[in-house]
């Protein structure tokens, strides 16, 4: 008898296990993209801004999403919502982030920050030079990746002082540092495999239903 009923509770419990692991697969990547922050004295303007969040959404881009729905993404006011609630217990990015995916119940965050913007000219000391430019951008980059209970913070940042030159374009300058923590976060990667792998075990736990209705 005893046998009979550890033996029912082990199948119960398969059963509500696998119930469990098939919804989660069933469920699409959950993303929340946090619009680019701005802590630099000087603030980048809404076409700069636009374009460092063009960068994340193409990190974050899958094929054939539409299609697939491998990846869904938070509404833009409720990660907005999250990151204020955040903010107000904790002035860390890796703090910040990491609240955002526990109330978004999020599986993936992202927090781009602008942390340095800033440029101006001056007329060299040399009499044989002309106008100087003087520029510094940073950015950081915080990722928080539910699936592994880890946040990956990277960052990158440009400097430069010399006679004026399309180099030392600040605004240049911030979008190569985006581009930068970006591909060093590898962040498409890590979207993309942990969008497969849902994908992956969704139809390994499909597969068993379907024979089971094939031997009816």
């Not at 009499?127 to 951008?137: F, H, N, P």
């Amino acid at each position: 008898m005893k046998g009979h009923i550890a033996r029912t509770v082990t199948l119960v419990l398969a059963l509500c296990l696998a119930a469990t692991s098939l919804a989660l697969a069933a469920t699409p990547l959950k993303v929340a993209q946090m619009p680019t922050v701005v802590t630099s004295f000087c603030s980048p303007s809404k076409a700069v801004l636009a374009k460092l969040d063009g960068r994340v959404d193409d990190a974050l881009h899958l094929p054939l999403n539409d299609t697939l729905q491998l990846v869904s993404f938070v509404p833009e006011e409720d990660v907005v919502a999250a990151y204020e609630d955040a903010q107000a217990g904790s002035k860390k990015g890796k703090d910040i982030v990491r609240a955002m995916g526990e109330s978004l119940g999020a599986d993936i965050v992202v927090l781009p920050v602008v942390t340095g913007y800033e440029q101006y000219e001056h007329m060299s000391w040399h009499w044989d030079r002309g106008m100087i430019r003087t520029s510094y951008a940073a950015v950081s980059l915080y990722v928080y990746d539910r699936a592994e209970d880890r946040v990956i913070d990277k960052g990158a940042s440009r400097s430069y002082s010399d006679e004026l030159s399309v180099q030392g374009e600040v605004s240049l300058m911030v979008d190569e540092c985006m581009d930068q923590a970006l591909r060093e976060a590898d962040l498409h990667e890590l979207v993309r495999s942990e969008a497969k792998a849902r994908k992956a075990a969704k139809e390994t736990a499909v597969e068993p239903e379907a024979k089971d209705e094939m031997s009816k």
